[in-house]
Every structure is written in C-alpha cells, then in structure tokens.
C-alpha cells in the first residue's frame, strides 16, 4: 500500500526540509502530491521505484515527479535536503525520474531556503531566493544513475540474475541464451523498453551497486573485483570517466 504525503503551497511555491538518517535506514512506499527534489549532502540512497531504481551518491540529488510512488534505502550516514516543489510554480519542470547534479549555486540556495519565513513580502529576498532555485532546478543537468527497468518479465528476470552476480561476464550473448532469445531480439526489445542497450544497463548496474558498496567503506580493490573489474585501474578508469574523480578521492577525501 502507497501512503500519499500532502503539501500546501498557499504562501510559497516549496517548502524546505532537512533530514539525516542513520546506515541501513529506509522510507517504505509513499508518494507526495507536488514535486520533490532530494539532494544527499552525505551517503548513498537507493530510489526504488516503479521504473526502476535509482542511486543517489553525495553531492546529486533526484528528482521525482509529483504522484511517483517510491521507497528509499540509505547506506552509510545520510543527510538529506529536500525541496518540496507546487508543481505548477513553473511550466516544463522535469516530468521523469532523473538523477541531476547539483550545481554549487543550487546547494547553497537549498540550504539558504531552510532559514527563509513561509510568508514574504512580492520583491523581498525570501521570494528572489525561491525564484532563483526554481530557476536552476530547470536547468540541473541529467546524470547516467538510473536504471530502468524492462516491462517483459523475462528481460526483468535477467536483470534479477545479473545484479546477483555481477562480476560474471555479462555480454549480450551470454544475456540472450539466459533469456532464452536471440542476441539481436534481445538488444532490439531491451533498448526498446529501457532506452540503453545490454550493455549500457550492466555498466550502470555495476557503477550504482559500486556507489552502494564504496559508501559502506568497502575498499576500492574489493569493489572493483566483486564487479568484475579485472583490476584496480581498470575500475578507477571507469570511475572517473562517469564521475569525473577517482573513487578513493570522491568518498575518501577530506
């Protein structure tokens, strides 16, 4: 059963929130009747949804649609900043599920938002911030950290079996005898149904499980070879091409 959350936007187009959760905490099945923007200071949390999941490292956030039943997981200490958002404060918000990244100006106007008064005066500095984060949230740039997840129950099954052993090799021949289809209805039906081919699916499937297991303070070389990874480099290399940094210096550094 999906609890519904409601909000009310009768002095301001959102309302802030911050919260901290501790490791292995969760949220069960709810959905909120505005928008949502849920920006991780600290830690790792896995969105659950009914498209698929979706893990946000610290530093991004994802955005959630108005109505999107979801659960959430947390890994390692988690501090949380949320913007509830009246989905008609601006035309052509984001209207899926996306991890975005939040860019320094974005950051620090979530956290001014904690500090403002519900009510304000039109011209004051409370509605300029307001304004101005709405501003930016349409211009937060999409980030590859989702997974969706296909519609046809054999291809779900076969995601099922990867994600249990991820660090066997998962080519899309192996895939296709797995689901018991040729190789080229297999790429055709799962891009098709995800928008990524086989192989962009295991890579992100590895990536998102890599965020989960480097916040739980796993090290780097035991990460990089339960995935499949063939060395350390190897998994630096693909590491810091989708996050811009090494893995020890995005989770490691002071």
Not at 138 to 147: H, N
Not at 174 to 182: F, Q
Not at 189 to 195: E, G
Request: aromatic fraction near 8%; proline fraction near 6%; charge should be neutral.
């Amino acid at each position: 059963m999906t609890t519904t959350l409601t909000f009310s936007f009768t002095h301001c187009p959102l309302v802030p929130f911050a919260h901290d959760y501790a490791h292995g905490d969760s949220e069960p099945w709810h959905q909120h009747d505005c928008a949502q923007l849920l920006h991780i200071l600290s830690g790792v949390v896995r969105v659950d949804t009914q498209e698929g999941c979706w893990v946000v490292p610290p530093g991004r956030g994802v955005w959630l649609p108005a109505g999107t039943p979801h659960a959430l997981r947390m890994t390692g200490h988690v501090a949380a900043r949320t913007l509830f958002i009246d989905p008609l404060a601006r035309a052509f918000l984001p209207a899926t599920c996306q991890i975005v990244q939040i860019s320094p100006l974005l950051r620090e106007l979530i956290v001014a938002s904690l500090n403002l008064a519900e009510k304000y005066a039109p011209g004051s500095r409370e509605e300029r911030i307001y304004e101005l984060i709405l501003d930016e949230i349409r211009g937060m740039q999409v980030l590859p950290f989702g997974l969706p997840e296909p519609q046809d129950a054999a291809l779900r099954a076969l995601c099922q079996q990867m994600r249990e052993s991820p660090a066997d090799a998962w080519d899309s021949r192996r895939a296709a005898r797995v689901a018991n289809m040729s190789e080229r209805t297999l790429n055709r039906h799962f891009q098709q149904q995800t928008a990524l081919t086989w192989s962009e699916w295991v890579r992100r499937a590895r990536l998102m499980e890599a965020l989960v297991r480097l916040a739980q303070g796993q090290s780097v070389l035991r990460v990089a070879l339960d995935l499949g990874y063939g060395s350390h480099s190897a998994f630096t290399a693909m590491f810091r091409r989708v996050m811009g940094t090494s893995p020890s210096e995005y989770f490691y550094s002071d």
